[in-house]
């Protein structure tokens, strides 16, 4: 089989039509700037601070936003954080920095350990203080340095589990902050997902065509993937669910202005006296 944009050998379908390494590549760029344009995800002239685990979405993306910035005239920065996996989380830093070096980013690293604790401590709902510990050093990080944006990897599947979970335990109202683009208020930085409309598979596939460096290993904490798997299911039986979707979730009209204060330990934003950082710290932290 045949490119057919270009009549190079054939290395794998994007969106209906066969393509060779670099059309697929160039096809999965312009993917993403149009991701990025129809949800005004980043403004002229802003700095974007792209979170990177190594995996191949984070990887995928950074890559992305690399190729776009200057057409689309904004900056970028790489965050690792490293959350004590042990070898795991070795092994990824590792691969951001190549990649990093690779293409001349500017790299940042966050260590969890300063705050006495590894995400290796935590038992039980790993995954739930895991999550809390990336967003709340992501922004502060960002805060502290300037950026106007943080970026993160999550596509597609990601993004519809997530939806999905919600409704199921009656959360629906954190679906609201699985948007495209959202906007920071207060000392919340903005956040977007570059890879909104992109699935596992094409980043997969672009890392591949473009070969990055990118972890392959799995967190050893990763929960089961039920909610991807009835995503994929569903998508199989319906072709274009996912980008229906999301696009229904892009559009919905926001909530009332959240009511939040300030934590009495640490200043960041929080519903409650004390944020879920500082009482993780309280429960797994060595520092005191
Ligand atoms: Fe953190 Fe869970 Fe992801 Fe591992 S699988 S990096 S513990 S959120
Ligand atoms: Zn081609």
Request: net charge positive; hydrophobic share 30%.
């Amino acid at each position: 089989m045949r490119c057919e944009r270009c009549g190079s050998k054939a290395f794998e379908r994007f969106r209906g039509k066969v393509y060779c390494r670099e059309c697929f590549a160039t096809r999965y760029i312009g993917a993403v700037e149009s991701c990025v344009r129809r949800y005004r995800m980043i403004r002229d002239g802003e700095s974007v601070l792209a979170a990177v685990s190594g995996g191949k979405d984070s990887v995928a993306m950074l890559s992305a936003l690399n190729g776009l910035s200057k057409k689309m005239n904004f900056e970028v920065s790489a965050l690792y954080i490293d959350l004590g996996i042990g070898e795991y989380s070795r092994k990824s830093e590792d691969s951001v920095k190549s990649l990093c070096r690779e293409y001349g980013i500017e790299l940042h690293t966050a260590r969890l350990e300063d705050y006495g604790f590894t995400v290796s401590d935590v038992s039980g709902k790993t995954c739930s203080v895991c999550g809390n510990v990336k967003r709340y050093l992501m922004n502060r990080f960002a805060r502290d340095n300037g950026f106007d944006v943080i970026a993160t990897g999550h596509c597609g599947e990601d993004i519809l589990s997530n939806f999905l979970k919600n409704l199921y335990s009656g959360n629906i109202q954190w679906s609201e902050k699985q948007k495209p683009r959202l906007d920071g208020y207060d000392r919340m930085v903005t956040r977007i997902r570059p890879l909104y409309e992109m699935s596992e598979k094409e980043n997969m596939l672009y890392v591949l065509a473009r070969s990055l460096p990118f972890v392959e290993d799995e967190c050893p904490h990763a929960p089961p993937s039920t909610w991807k798997e009835i995503v994929y299911e569903i998508e199989r039986r319906i072709p274009g669910f996912r980008t229906s979707v999301l696009r229904n979730l892009a559009r919905e009209r926001k909530g009332g202005n959240e009511v939040f204060r300030y934590c009495r330990i640490c200043g960041e934003i929080t519903t409650s006296e004390i944020c879920q950082f500082c009482r993780n710290i309280a429960r797994f932290s060595k520092n005191q």
